[in-house]
């Protein structure tokens, strides 16, 4: 896939690039509303790794990084267009980089999901959300850049196990302020779906949507750590910073959640 490409499919993006004049390549924002909705979708979040998330956000915010993170569930916890998430992984060897990193151990998380595929630990299947967070700064913050959709496309290649999607991948950006983004790439529609019903399951068993209660936490732990940041480069107008690595890691990144039921989107 190229901007090029990805833009004339998309004529409400392009012509939102165009009067924005916000085209810088890879780093090109997407509107989350831009993107198509799958219906009848749900993620549900339990509260463990809802605070898991908010530290990495705390985190994002206090080092102005964006941090790397998957989050995963066995297919077992798929039904239809809805899924319970079970695993948050996250490992950063390096948290002063201003762009996410998906170092050797977290490659290694990815790999060891296909292993337990391979023996029948898993023998249903899995799917795996690859995830960054964004500082809360910029005009085009809380949304996904090109480069990060591009990467999602990409599928997962020289893996048999991703490949033929027994694991399915989709993608996730968390902002240092609480929004969550979620999507996924159909390769037979060529094309992204978000999901806009994400919520928290709390310990008593309720469901809250994913933002309001990041931010009904948040209030209840106000401290002067907790403080937004303020960058020092005011116009960073970053929608999703994609290092060098990318070209790599879009060998095994991929976002094409198969299980989800096509016929209910096209």
């Known amino acids: 896939m190229n901007l ?8 409400d993006i392009k012509k939102y690039v165009e009067q924005n004049n916000c085209n810088f390549g890879v780093m090109t924002p997407v509107p989350n509303c831009f993107l198509k909705t799958l219906p009848n979708n749900e993620v549900i979040v339990p509260e463990d790794v809802f605070k898991k998330l908010v530290d990495i956000a705390d985190r994002t915010n206090q080092t102005g990084c964006e941090h790397s993170f998957f989050l995963s569930c066995p297919n077992d916890y798929v039904i239809g267009n809805k899924c319970t998430i079970t695993t948050f992984f996250t490992h950063n060897s390096n948290i002063n980089r201003r762009v996410a990193e998906f ?14 595929v391979r023996s029948g630990r898993l023998k249903e299947g899995a799917v795996v959300f690859i995830g960054h967070t964004h500082p ?5 913050y809380d949304n996904f850049s090109f480069g990060d959709l591009d990467g999602y496309s990409k599928g997962v290649q020289n893996c048999d196990v991703y490949e033929d999607r027994r694991i399915e991948t989709g993608g996730c950006m968390l902002t240092a302020d609480g ?30 949507d994913f933002e309001e209660n990041f ?37 095994f990144f ?13």
């Open 254 to 266: 991929g976002a094409s959640l198969r299980r989800y039921r096509r016929e209910d989107y096209r």
């Open 136 to 140: 809360a700064e910029g005009k085009w």
């Open 215 to 251: 931010k009904n936490y948040k209030n209840h732990l106000i401290t002067p750590s907790n403080i937004q940041r303020l960058s020092e480069n005011t116009i960073r107008n970053n929608p999703g910073e994609v290092s060098n690595r990318t070209n790599e890691i879009e060998t």
């Open 4 to 11: 090029t490409e990805f833009l004339q499919g998309k004529p």
């Open 179 to 208: 929004k969550i983004r979620m999507v996924f790439y159909d390769p037979n529609a060529r094309d992204f779906y978000k999901f806009t019903n994400i919520k928290v399951k709390t310990r008593d068993g309720q469901l809250v």
């Open 103 to 116: 170092d050797d151990i977290m490659v290694k998380f990815l790999e060891g999901l296909a292993d337990k």
